[in-house]
């Protein structure tokens, strides 16, 4: 069993409760934080303990936080990203859900390191049976004593809100955030200058999602030094994996950065396995955006080695041969899976979520899925292969936010890795649009 | 149902009011167009569902803001129904994840059921079958979502029965006694 430094009492009946939760240690690093640390140590702590943005970048959290400007006269701001979008991903939902006094808390400590007087929890609108638990619980610490004016008597004071979305991915791009938290269409924003600067209502502010958020009260009651030995290499820690797709065991998973890709899809303690005694095809290792490996890739790297749940081993050999960790949203597809089904589905989803600012992202988002729609159902022809790539190629790298290159990675990687599967798809209309037809590597031979 | 709603008959009940004064003490004085989503919610849940030019034009005078900005909200955010629709909206998840477990048989059976294509509300006016991108809810699919609630592990037996549960209850709204 691996350590659990997030989930250690998600199972506790009433632990939803401030009351339950304060009895299993609930809220120490709030009193540590006021009455024994410095804003600027926190900082340090967090710094040291290597935790990396867990919303998808993985940027270094506590480099994150020393980049915020304090200029005079001008409130700071802290922002929970909690609009969790990224297909695959549902780790921050289940979290909030079952844990919401470890977000507050980690919302007051990080707030009070960062100098803040209101802080934000920005939540998906889809999320509103979420809100309301969220809300409660705040409503309780602020009964307490830990939210409000002079918290624990410390001469701090705190003001912490939930905020709905109204459903739009991009709002998990952290400049469309700010803009929809300002009330306005959730158009991404030019950086620099980056939100450390100029942020929400034009001052500095630090965008953190869920899961690094609720990690800081670990760190300031146990030490950065306790946590950074936890994991390997710069990948300290544990992480939320959320697994779904076709296995037996679907749900999250705490794990400690470092087990193997293998253990975590066929250990009984994590997914048991792939559903119905099938083969595994593929598998999305951190949500939609990042690029779909084969069996063999997503067990070995190139070099054989056993690949891990990390940082740097799922993206060792780049995009040629490996992917990300990104969100944790990790989907796993059995022999019975169709890629060009799924790839459609993703492209669907991006064109869907496109804010249309940009002119590739606009109309790339709609091009690829237009030619993947007649792919998959059996009107493609074989340049239109070449076209996905050639699409997805224009749009990467040049849009103002990353929703570009998420839109585009899945579908030239899905290109690169199942090519002939693509091909017997425009090959074969009929027999690929048939109710329940999936490629298999013998029909390529007969081919 | 209350769906034609014109200019002089968008009033807001007290506690929806109280409910959008709340969410106004969030923000700074001078930054309370940041409410427009949350007020946005509470317009939708209050006035049967959906949001009309003429309730959007309520919202702006609330906000003291032009309808426009309130009309360039709504249209951008795929939460807001900008037409009548039925009863309860089902709004079934079809994205990669949900689909590897059934979403597309899922969305077959109700339009089936319901007499109805996505897009469309029922001829009885209970149903409106909608199609969103991913709610979250990767590990539980196929799945939808009925106004705040989630339906999850979908299959044609308990899909018909939250159809019956769904046409016996009341439509709540979040700042009632007991919801």
Known sequence: MGRKLLTEH?????????????KHGGYASVEKALKTMTPEAIVEEVKAS?????????????????????????????????????????????????????????MITSSFA????????????????????????????YANGFLGENILGSGYSLDLHVHPGGGAYIC?????LLESLEGKRGNPRNKPPFPAVWGLYGCPTVVNNVESIA?????????????????????????????????????VYEIEMGITVEEFIYSDEYCGGIWKGRDMKAVIAGGSSVPILPKDLILKTANGEDRLMTYESLSDGGFATGTMLGSGGFFVMDDQACIVRHTWTLARFYHHESCGQCSPCREGTGWMEKVLHRIEHGHGHMHDIDLLVSVAKQIEGNTICPLGDAAAWPVAAAVRHFREEFEWHVKHPEAATAPGAVFTKAESVIA | MDQTVNKKEVQFS?????????????????????????????????????????????????????????????????MFNLKPVGHHVLEVCRTGPCMLRGSDQLIEHLEHRLGCKVGETSADGHFT?????????????????????????????????????????TVRKPWEENY
Request: charged residues 25%; contains cysteine.
């Open chain 2, 129 to 169: 079958l909608k199609t969103v991108e991913c709610l979250a809810s990767c590990g539980t699919g196929p799945m939808l979502q009925v106004r705040e609630q989630f339906y999850e592990n979908l299959d044609a037996t308990s899909a018909d029965q939250m159809l019956e549960d769904l046409k016996a209850s």
């Open chain 1, 114 to 141: 960062l100098g803040c007087r209101t802080s934000y929890i920005y939540i998906r609108g889809e999320l509103m049976y979420v809100l309301r638990i969220l809300e409660k619980a705040i409503a309780e610490a």
């Open chain 2, 14 to 78: 007290e506690a929806a009011m109280a409910e959008i004064r709340r969410y106004l003490s969030h923000y700074p004085a001078d930054r309370q167009k940041s409410a427009i989503l949350p007020i946005l919610h509470i317009a939708q849940a209050e006035f049967g569902g959906w949001v009309s030019p003429e309730v959007m034009d309520k919202v702006a005078e609330i906000l003291n803001i032009q309808p426009i900005e309130v009309y360039e909200v709504a249209t951008f955010y795929t």
């Open chain 1, 50 to 106: 290597g935790l990396r943005g867990r919303g998808g970048a993985g940027f270094p959290t506590g480099m994150k936080w020393s980049f915020l400007a304090k200029p005079e006269g001008k409130p700071r701001y802290l922002v929970c990203n909690a609009d969790e979008s990224e297909p695959g991903t549902f780790k921050d939902r289940y979290l909030m859900e079952k844990l919401p006094h470890l977000l507050i808390e980690g």
């Open chain 1, 215 to 251: 990690t800081v009260p670990w760190i300031v009651n146990n030490t950065a030094a306790e946590y950074a030995k936890i994991g390997v290499g710069r990948s300290t820690g544990t992480k939320l994996i959320s697994a779904g797709g076709n296995i037996n065991k679907p749900g």
């Open chain 1, 10 to 22: 998600i199972n506790v009946e009433g632990i939803q409760t401030f009351d339950v939760y304060r």
């Open chain 1, 172 to 176: 998990g791009e952290e400049t469309a």
